[in-house]
């Protein structure tokens, strides 16, 4: 146990409860709200106002002026006792139309069976020899390295090599000779 002096009590007291001032921090913002207003409409009235220049008419404008503001001779005799009221137009809202997908363009089916399911229908039946390969040959034929050689297309014609593979020198002298040599031209129909 501890010691304690007599007469005094255990704890200290606790403090007073703390007031809460509202009314400062509402008048605060008044005073802010009213200085904003002001401001603005100080600098309102501080914008220098540009006067529009006034168009002078043509002469015929003129002259449809002075014939649309002349005041007609007859008065009417029976007024409508009550304004005609305004009829306001509905706008239309703008609606961006949605756009449809263009469709991918389907294969144009073709009635063949060529090598290597190549779309050309190329095969090894008698036809026509092939100059110059489509764009993607060696996509559907096993190509020999050099078969983009510098001096094709057009100087020799496609040939099947001994090891299976084509090349573009059919016709030439030393075609395939590192491939085991020509084994049969391949042929356009």
Known sequence: MSYQPPNQ??????????KHRR???????AVVAVVLRIAVSVAAANTPQVA??????????????????TVPTQVPTSRPTTAP??????????????????????????????VNNNPWC????????IYTPPN???G???CIPT????????????????????????GESGACSHHGGEMRPLYSH
Do not use: M, R
């Not at 009590?9 to 703390?18: A, E, G, V």
């Not at 529009?52 to 649309?68: D, K, L, N, R, V």
């Not at 983009?148 to 059919?170: H, L, R, V």
């Open 9 to 18: 009590p255990p704890y200290p007291p606790p403090p007073p409860p703390k």
């Open 23 to 29: 009314w400062p921090w509402i008048i605060g913002i």
């Open 52 to 69: 529009q220049p006034t168009p002078t008419p043509s002469p015929t404008a003129a002259a449809a002026i002075a014939t649309a503001t």
């Open 85 to 114: 009221t305004p009829t306001a137009k509905p706008t239309q809202l703008a609606v961006k139309p949605t756009p449809k997908p263009t469709p991918k363009p389907k294969p144009t089916p073709t009635h063949c069976i060529g």
């Open 122 to 129: 190329y095969d090894f039946n008698s036809g026509g020899l």
């Open 136 to 138: 993607g040959f060696c």
């Open 140 to 142: 559907y034929f096993n």
């Open 147 to 170: 078969f983009y050689a510098p001096d094709d297309p057009g100087d020799g014609y496609i040939i099947e090599c001994s090891d299976s593979t084509f090349s573009q020198s059919g």
